[in-house]
């Protein structure tokens, strides 16, 4: 089963594609749901909706 994750419009797969393969873009959809890659972790892939994600969150 591949559940939204972490109830944020992403499935786990996706999520696992977009970190693994730093090639890929978020699509508008991802973006609109709060997803965003944060300069302040490292570039890693995360969600505004997530508690410390303001650290690093760039529009």
Known sequence: MDNKWP???MTLK???E???D???AL???EWDAGW???NDYD???VN???EGHELGFDD
């Open 48 to 50: 505004s909706d997530w």
């Open 14 to 16: 996706r999520y696992d």
């Open 36 to 38: 965003y890659f944060s």
């Open 7 to 9: 109830q944020h419009g």
């Open 27 to 29: 699509t508008k959809e």
């Open 22 to 24: 730093t090639s890929l």
């Open 18 to 20: 977009l970190f693994n």
């Open 43 to 45: 570039g890693l892939l």
